[in-house]
């Protein structure tokens, strides 16, 4: 123990605990005193800004959140939609960006730990999950390194859990070098009328720590650590925590049993800032005191202080407030499951959090002021300044090299040696792997949902508002694509500075743009995490509002896939032809170029192209569907062939009409008597459609008076980048 | 037909294979926590896949010391048929029901993806609704499964028939000697194998190319 709790309390200590000046003075005149240690340790994790949202709350509360088929919104562990039939999906996204670039295996698994532990919190059983993974550019030295030790940690604890994996998105770009982006989302199955909160009721009632001991790993992980506290080798642990999946599938199943139960009053995970922010949660939104007692606490080292108790993120752990005339069968449950069952504490009426620790005081604060009423901030900033609409993008030289280039670019070729590495099967209820536009899962019968993360942050960068507005708008598209109704989405916020306020307005417009597509196309946030800071020597990453979207699927039998199906069907383009090169893929990859404004999106556009093409879908009438997106029709297409085997002859195009990302666009099949039907209908209904191609038996890639390419060389192009550059080739 | 699925702390595959085993074969398995010292009376118990115990020491090693091993090994010694998948396969293997061991794969990542199986031998309890040499497809799923075992044991096995599934078509994902995918012991009472037919049996799955596999155990 090296910080006494006679500690005295410096200008420099209050600093190195990421206080601000004015911060600890509020913190001081709310508590009418100095402040012990550890009260300052616990002032620290919950109003840092990763626990109070200090700079984005302002901004969050102005995005939509409500629908009818919200059971939660944000404010809870996850967010909560109803899905029919007594079901509820309870789903979040959050980020576990800086220790995953500290330690990538460790920092992603807790990652995914962290998140599925959110879920089952709240009394679902994870059925699926996916991630959004940005890395720095491919020649960065540490680049292999990082996409090594994430893919592994993602992969290691969601394998060992028994979740599976069913979809996400990585890229490349310098400026991720300094700071990689590792978000982590997670999908539960839950009843609607058995969903378990964090608000605590009742005075007197047991407070209970379940789960794994308390270690000394993840201290200040919600603040990071400073000189002035690790200059002894003993502090000098990493900041990072360290993840153990089987004791997480034993805390899994013993929640779930002991939910059934009907012991369980109020749960909450320790997640960021550990035993201080479950408790403080639990107590502030229950209008309740706690009060715990230290010495009671399962710990996994010997000597550790109240202060690092408090502050530790030791993982795998609950908090629960439990009905005091079943506790005795509470314990059994946890017992039979080799986990530590601990009465830690009881609920208070004082709205005080007290800590007691052999025998003395040491902590004594208002719980409300320490939850709700956090510090929150007005942060200036200033528009993004756009870019300008690009006008002259020249076609390639040679198409056909062009393709090839795209195919087998590091963020258009494909991730199987990503996903291979994730058990996308378990739970025998998948019915898309990663690689379409969509990973499904059953629920039950025929019922399944879709589940898609998207953003593209080179537009975001662009235009933070039209970039906003496209991440949600992909979303939604890549559900309508398998045949989904979109539901609800959460975000995972990714930003620089915010004292920055250029970084700010970039995170206002974008927060903007989000907001809009939500309202339009009906499809609210539910829950989300804003991960600001994310910058090394004053540059900040591309703006990456990740978003992650659920969407509904009534008859699974009729779930549309990207693969042709048949030889002679005809090929159709939904949506119009593609004109916009600015920010394209074909303008970076093959002209070298990133530049100019991103495509437009237009919301009314593309919610009736998109319900269109699901009305198409629901009918039985296409026989596979694909959005179009980054590398416009032409990517479309040769994904399609390439996921099936079969060829493509087009019809005459230009580069713009091949690489063009226009939004609210898909590409579709149909057998050639259907495809008159289709065309008659789009008419009717307003929409843009064209026959741009019809499948062929030949497995080749043909465009009209341009070149010819098989889909084995395509396949080569694109399945040859990934595995050659991990094995360090490239 | 009764079967009972045994469920270690850590096992994450046992709802895929009940699931599995009253889909096909029409009767819902009985579950056995690890700790239960006598198994219930049933005709097939089967070792479902998962990281037993996280897999922290010898992969199956823990497990295969637990209490129910005790009465899974004296009954599988008289006859009892036991099926034991991926970690299963594992478990039984540390137990000393089958020879040989699952070593980290050749590559040292985990794989999920469909490979090829080649049936070798369709003369087992699991196998006898398949052609001999027939080829299906079925996925796998871990991170240690390159089955090694000394000379004279991989002699014997393929002298005895007892190599049940192999990879085909180039298709061994962990480098394990011989392609092996499965194993039985002497008397074809206990099976091994790495691949996960119990998620490859209804059209969601996208092929059944396993349903024959569970349906073999109705005519056994």
Known sequence: ?730 | MKSAVVVFPGINRERDMMLALETVTGSKPVSVWHTETELPKVDLVVVPGGFSYGDYLRCGAIAARSPIMQDIRAKALKGLKVLGVCNGFQIITEAGLLPGVLVRNKDLRFVCRQVKLKVENNQTFFTNRMQKGAIVSCPVAHGEGNYICDAETLKRLEAENRVVFRYAEGTNPNGALNDIAGIMNESGSVIGMMPHPENMIEPLHGRTDCRPLFESLLAA
Request: aromatic share 6%; net charge negative.
């Open chain 1, 1 to 730: 123990m090296t910080l006494a709790h006679d500690t005295k309390i410096t200008p420099d200590l209050v600093k190195s605990h990421g206080l601000k000046p004015d911060e600890y003075e509020r913190f001081v005149k709310l508590l009418g005193r100095e402040p012990t240690i550890t009260e300052l340790g616990i002032c620290s994790a919950m109003w840092n800004e990763h626990c109070s949202y200090k700079s984005s709350k302002k901004w969050l509360k102005t995005m939509p959140t409500k629908g009818a088929r919200v059971i939660q919104g944000p404010g809870e562990n996850a967010g909560v939609i109803d899905i029919g039939d007594g079901d509820a999906i309870v789903f979040k996204m959050e980020s576990h960006n800086h220790p995953s670039f500290i330690e990538p295996y460790q920092g992603a698994a807790t990652g995914v730990g962290g998140i599925l532990r959110d879920v089952f919190t709240m009394g679902a059983r994870p059925i699926a999950a996916m991630n959004a993974l940005r890395f720095g550019e491919p020649a960065h030295p540490k680049t292999r390194h990082l996409v090594a030790g994430v893919v592994h940690g993602v992969g290691g604890y969601g394998n060992s859990f028994g979740v599976p994996t069913i979809g996400g998105e990585v890229n490349f770009h310098a400026r991720y070098n300094g700071n990689i982006l590792v978000n982590a989302m997670a999908v539960g199955l839950a009843r609607a009328d058995s969903i378990f909160y964090s608000k605590a009721k009742g005075v007197g009632l047991p407070v209970v720590y379940l789960g794994a001991k308390t270690g000394r790993d993840g201290i200040h992980g919600a603040t990071m650590a400073s000189a002035e506290f690790d200059d002894k080798a003993e502090e000098k642990r990493p900041t990072v925590q360290v993840g153990d999946p089987f004791t997480e599938k034993c805390l899994l199943e013993a929640c779930l049993e002991l939910m059934a139960s009907g012991a369980v009053i109020a749960i909450q995970d320790m997640g960021a800032a550990g035993l201080t922010s479950s408790a403080v949660e639990m107590g502030a939104k229950g209008d309740l005191g706690i009060e715990l007692d230290l010495d009671k606490v399962p710990c996994r080292e010997t000597g550790m202080t109240a202060y690092e108790m408090m502050l530790s993120e030791s993982q795998e752990r609950m908090l629960m407030v439990l009905d005091p005339s079943r506790e005795k069968e509470a314990e059994a449950i946890f017992h039979k499951w080799g986990l530590d069952f601990a009465i830690v504490g009881k609920t208070t009426d004082t709205l005080r959090f007290v800590i007691k620790h052999k025998g003395q005081v040491m902590a004594d604060l208002p719980i409300k002021q320490m939850g709700d009423e956090a510090p929150e901030y007005d942060r200036p900033w200033v528009a993004p300044k756009l870019q300008p609409v690009l006008t002259n993008a020249p076609a390639p030289g040679d198409l056909k090299a062009a393709i090839l280039k795209i195919v087998g670019s590091p963020d258009m070729c494909s991730r199987r040696w990503v996903w291979e590495q994730y058990d996308s099967l378990i739970g025998s209820n998948t019915a898309q792997i990663p690689g379409g536009d969509a990973g499904v899962v059953r629920i039950r019968g025929k019922k399944a949902i879709a589940v898609s993360t998207d953003v593209t942050p080179r537009y975001v960068e662009a235009d933070p508002f039209e970039g906003g507005k496209q991440a949600v708008a992909e979303c939604w598209r890549n559900l309508t694509a398998t045949g989904a109704d979109p539901i609800a989405i959460t975000d995972n916020l990714n930003f620089g500075n915010p004292e920055r306020p250029e970084i700010m307005g970039q995170f206002v417009h974008a927060i903007k743009g989000l907001s809009e597509a939500c309202n339009v196309l009906a499809f609210p946030i539910v829950s989300g995490n804003v991960s600001l800071y994310n910058e090394t020597n004053g540059q900040g990453i591309l703006p990456t509002p990740a978003i992650g979207g659920i969407g509904l699927i009534p008859d699974v039998d009729l779930m549309a896939t990207i693969a042709f199906k048949n030889a002679d069907d005809v090929i159709l383009q939904v949506g119009g032809h593609g004109t916009h090169l600015g920010q394209s893929i074909y303008l970076r990859e093959v002209l070298g170029k990133e530049e100019g404004a991103p495509p437009p999106v237009d919301l009314a556009l593309e919610k009736t192209n998109g319900d269109f093409v699901r009305g198409l879908i629901r009918a039985g009438h296409v026989s596979a569907v694909h959005d179009v997106s980054d590398g416009g029709l032409g990517l479309a297409v040769i994904e399609m062939a390439m996921a099936s085997g079969l060829g493509a002859s087009l019809v005459l195009l230009t580069h713009e009409q091949l690489f063009g990302e226009d939004q609210a666009r898909y590409v579709i099949t149909a057998s050639p008597a259907q495809a008159a039907a289709i065309t008659a209908a789009a008419a009717k209904a307003g929409v843009a459609l064209e026959q741009v191609g019809t499948v062929t038996a030949e497995p080749t890639l043909k465009i009209a008076s341009g070149p010819s390419i098989s889909v084995a060389d395509l396949r080569i192009a694109h399945e040859g980048w990934f595995p050659a550059y991990m094995s360090g080739e490239l």
